[in-house]
């Protein structure tokens, strides 16, 4: 039997991103994952080469590629510039008080939060019921056209939902919601390569990839507003108020 | 080459519109310059004249125009509201850039390329959302951050929801798996769901209540009119698309429409209880929400027409309802902070507006809605007398609540006429404060209000063009005659 590294790679990576919290982890583990996703697709059974760069690839692998390092890139850098502050010189007293105010909540929060093992427990298990599911699902309902490909889209969409449903910061429900939309990117890419002999239509492949894109910046500026404006992504702090 | 110019003349303008954000009058002039010359080249396209570009089919037919004229003028009537109403500094390039989303969702009849292109419109729809006017002196609010992080994850999961939907349907086969629940029910339910979601169907209408209460109302009205419309639209392709998915499944299009039923109900419900005048206007649009869709899922060419008359009254009086709201919400020279019973009196053209707006949405003769509901209750009456009653009650609730909120926040005597007290000893008149001045509404606005209520009470009173295009675009429809 021969072992699938690379869907192992986007199980794992996938893992990552629903268990941690913190983004050093969960960024690098996120663009793995699309460079998996990258590589899984340019299997023959589902794009042909069609240009030679490093070795023989198509043209696919190279937009998923960019997409996922695009992606990467531009939550990597929000999360390096979230210390900073910007528009203060407009904002009145009541604003720079309300800034000061919820910065000491921020670090009270902080500093009232040790790392405790229990916070892990249910993504935990979030993740063992997900690979149950994507194990049993692509033989019970098969819509790719391999196991392989079924196993990658199910688990994708799956750990995305549990990883939105179990978020507790507004930085993780992003990382979710780009998982979902890889595990769709997948289902589709897979599928349409396999009906479409002459290949696949570049308008929705170009779209899918600006979603993609435009996904994560408007993750990238939510993060932004809200830790510009409450010192934290905590979502328990966002509806507290 | 004129489809690609309707498409991406709006992203160039909101590419400048971007750079000179900070001259808000020059930008908005600009803006209404671009919906004009969009609007002369729509109506210059040949109708039913498919091309082909990258593969992919662009062409226009009679309703699709008629949805994109009407989507053009509501972003040109948007943006004459911005000269006097509170928005964001991107309001202008973020609205020009949802209006080539939306031409684009018309003129590509794909559904893959449509639900890609309605999920980058509510990512766009986000940015509007969290917008703060330039050089503000106050923080986003806490609220709009919520409202649009809810906004970002419900339309993105409609998004996967519709695709994986699409990719279901596109593999689906008539009588492979027998025996199995078919296939066809469960892409029926997907879609169900995803534009539920993006319709503000009850219960996956916790957007729209945030959007309404927390955003600027011009950009829940551009997000309102725009994007649900335009999903609707793609519906309706989508099933055009994939007929079978109708042929298939009468057993759960009748859950469906007992969804738009139970959903038309709670939103008339939801806006007779307390609330905010936002909400109660909000739980007014859920309630015409449900009322489409259920025209729409009667599947049949006269609840078909409905709903599509229903959409198009429902741009109309949704634009109406707010562009009042933002005015009579405007600081009107009184104290702040307190509930104002007298908003009629205050503000008499949007006091107006705001009762014309809701008696439309609600389908109150003479106005605009009037028509639509009219053929939504012969679809239901079609279905049986239970689904009628339904769809009467909820229209009685939302008539009530409506007269309910009327009551407390506009009709009530004028808090303003203060009683002459005496001269008190060593008084004189001149040592008195002088008597405040309030200003009145501002003339573009109002004038904005009252051209949409004409328009409303036009379309009512002479439904006959509008009926004529509606009924022969349905007729065209694949799954219409095969039905």
Known sequence: MQINWLLIAIGATATVVLLFRDWRLTFPALLLNYVALAFFLAEPRFVTPD????????????????????????????????????????????????????????????????????????????????????????????????????FAWYWLVLTGVLTIATASDLLKIGLGLLLCASGVDTLYTAVESTLKEG??????????????????????????????????????????? | MLYLLLVLFPISMAASTFVLRKNSGLVIFMALGAVIAEMLIAAQIPLDNPSLFLGVTLTLNALNRMFMLLFLMIGGFAFVGAWSLPHGENFVPIGLLMLSQVSAVLLLQNPFISTLLLALTGLTAVLAVVDLPAGTSSLVGTRAIAAALKYLVLMVVAAILMYIAFVLATIFRIGELPGRISLSRFILALLAVSFSLRLALIP???????????????????????????????????????????????????????????????????????????????????YDCGMVFYGLASVSSIGLAGAVFGTLNQTLAVLLMLVSLGLIERPDGRPPGMARRDLLRRWPVAGTGLLAGSLALIGMPPLGGAMSRLLIYQAAGENGWPELLALLTATLLALLALIRTAHERLLGPSEDEATPEPLMLGETELDRPAPRRLDPEPRSAAALTLILMLICLTVGLYPGPLLTTIDAAIHELAFIRAL
């Open chain 2, 204 to 286: 996956f209408h916790a957007w729209l209540a945030g959007l309404v209460e927390h955003a600027e109302p011009l950009v829940a009205a551009l997000v309102i009119t725009l994007l649900n419309t335009s999903s609707l639209l793609a519906l309706l392709v989508a099933f055009q698309t994939f007929p079978i998915l109708l042929t298939d499944n009468a057993g759960p299009l009748r859950v469906m429409r007992i969804g738009a039923l139970i959903s038309t109900l709670l939103g008339a419900g939801l806006a007779l209880g307390p609330g905010s005048l936002r909400r109660a206007m909000a739980y007014l649009i859920l």
């Open chain 1, 199 to 241: 290949g696949m239509n570049v308008i929705p492949l170009a779209l899918l990839s600006q979603f993609h894109i435009l996904l994560a910046l408007a993750i990238a500026y939510l993060c932004g507003l809200l830790y510009g404006r409450l010192k934290t992504l905590e979502l328990n702090e966002l509806y507290k108020r």
């Open chain 1, 51 to 150: 240009i030679s760069l490093i070795g023989e690839m198509n043209t696919l692998v190279l937009v998923k590629l960019i997409t996922g390092l695009a992606v990467t890139m531009i939550l990597t850098i929000t999360a390096l510039t979230f210390s900073r502050e910007y528009g203060l010189e407009n904002l009145d007293e009541f604003g720079l008080a309300e800034l000061r105010r919820a910065a000491r909540t921020a670090q009270r929060y902080r500093a009232s939060q040790p790392f405790r093992m229990s916070d892990y427990i249910v993504p935990f298990w979030a993740g063992v019921l997900a690979l149950f599911a994507s194990a049993t699902l692509p033989f019970v309902y098969a819509i790719a056209p391999t196991p392989a490909a079924d």
